[in-house]
């Protein structure tokens, strides 16, 4: 479906349509031509070398300016829901990354931006269409302006309000020197509306997505402080104790914390399921037969979870099981975890994802005790929306450890 037989698997109209209002013809909504042209564009700028060496300036600013002196400034009883604060950090510097516009979302005043308020509500009323019994019903709620519809109408006029202004500044910068996706995009794109669209797709590929892999990531290492131990050892042995990471390149020689990344997004991975529609009759490899226009979802949330795939340990979070025996990480196909989906439509941005989990992750540990504050053990429910979202935040309380990390 995601490799061998692409063509015949698309997104489809209904979700295309579903989504069509708050996504327009942006990447993660069209299939055919309009696909291809923004993948190509966008791999251009995300493949380069030196994009990722931008980005790590822009996390490290992030980290510096903003996120470490936030958690520094906390009084040790002040509850803080962190799941809010990576959707402000991933949302900084996704903008900044895409757009070279900084929204200051993590200003330590904590001023909730509307636009973030509104992608929140596009984001969340737009899935919740999907469990209408009928199409019918979303649009002709949507046809009457009532109810969610009316509200999802409302958050889309904002979201489409500060796409323009995002692109009004973008020309005003003289976007042709820019090094960012909008600026190679707006060389080559006149129409205003297919810029809101391509905006809005590589915002919510960045933000949401990233924020979800950071929250169930401190989740898990709240419950693991063997885990946190293991990273922070080996921080200190590659990059050296009470010294920070200096270059992008250094990152890649921390395995256990790449290992560390991994495992969790395969209990929780941010994208918890994915469908397409088959165009033509077909046949799985299991022989299963596919009817013209079923609907066929991967899920890596279960997959994940299945004793077949991962082993009678499936349900421990384990980084060690990516680690071959000199401790260096091994990476699985993406079929087995397609967390980043796989084949043709695979995510584009996943060294960028993994950059920013690990050095996010990274600073915070070896900053800070962070502890969990919960009322109780269970599971983490997840409120409906497009990426899995905590429906209570992630509640912590955060104390500075004593040695001090240099800030370069
Ligand atoms: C932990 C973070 C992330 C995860 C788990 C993730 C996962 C995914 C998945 C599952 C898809 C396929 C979606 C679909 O086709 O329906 C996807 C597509 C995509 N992702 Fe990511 N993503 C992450 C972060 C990012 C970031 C930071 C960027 C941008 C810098 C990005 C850019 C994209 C783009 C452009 C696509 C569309 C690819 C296409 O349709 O050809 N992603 N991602």
């Not at 520094?72 to 402000?88: G, T």
């Not at 810029?195 to 809005?200: G, Y």
């Not at 941010?270 to 033509?280: A, L, T, Y």
């Amino acid at each position: 479906m995601l490799k061998t037989n692409f063509h015949n698997f698309p997104k489809g109209k209904p979700f295309s349509m579903i989504l069509g209002d708050f996504l327009g013809r942006g990447i993660f909504n069209v299939d055919g031509e309009p696909w291809s042209f923004q993948k190509n564009m966008a791999t251009l700028e995300l493949g380069k070398h030196s994009i990722r060496c931008y980005a790590f300036d822009i996390i490290n600013s992030e980290l510096k300016t903003r996120l470490i002196p936030l958690l520094s400034s906390l009084s040790e009883k002040q509850v803080l829901d962190l799941q809010e604060v990576f959707r402000r950090v991933s949302f900084d510097i996704i903008c900044w990354l895409s757009f070279g516009i900084d929204p200051r979302c993590l200003e330590l005043s904590l001023p909730m931006s509307d636009f973030s308020r509104a992608f929140d509500i596009a984001s969340r009323l737009s899935a919740e269409r999907a469990m209408n019994v009928s199409p019918l019903e979303w649009k002709i709620k949507r046809a009457l302006n009532l109810g969610s519809e009316k509200e999802l109408k409302r958050a889309i006029e904002i979201i489409n309000l500060l796409a323009k202004e995002v692109i009004r500044k973008r020309r005003k910068m003289r976007y042709s020197t820019g090094d960012d996706l909008l600026s190679r995009f707006m060389s080559t794109v006149n129409d205003e509306t297919y810029l809101r669209d391509i905006i809005i797709s590589f915002l919510l590929a960045g933000r949401d997505t990233v924020a979800s892999g950071l929250t169930s990531l401190f989740w898990l290492l709240g419950k693991h402080p063997n885990v946190v131990s293991a990273v922070k050892r080996e921080a200190d042995r590659v990059i050296g104790e009470n010294k920070d990471l200096t270059s992008y390149d250094q990152i890649k020689e921390l395995h256990y914390l790449q290992a560390t990344v991994y495992e969790s997004m395969r209990l929780y991975p941010p994208i918890q399921f994915d469908s397409k529609f088959c165009r033509n009759d077909d046949r799985l490899p299991d022989g299963c037969l596919l009817k013209m226009g079923t609907r066929v979802t991967y899920h890596p949330y279960a997959m994940g979870r299945m004793e077949e795939i991962w082993g009678s340990d499936c349900l421990e979070f384990k980084p060690e099981r990516w680690l071959k025996h000199d401790g260096v990480f091994f990476p699985e196909s993406p079929f087995k975890y397609p967390v980043f989906q796989g084949g043709f439509r695979v995510c584009l941005g996943k060294e960028m994802a993994l950059l920013e989990l690990k050095m996010v992750a990274l600073s915070l540990l070896r900053r800070f005790q962070i502890k969990l504050v919960t009322t109780n053990n269970r599971q983490p429910q997840f409120s409906p929306g497009l990426t899995a979202t905590f429906n209570s935040g992630l509640p912590v309380l955060v104390w500075q450890l004593n040695h001090k990390i240099s800030c370069q």
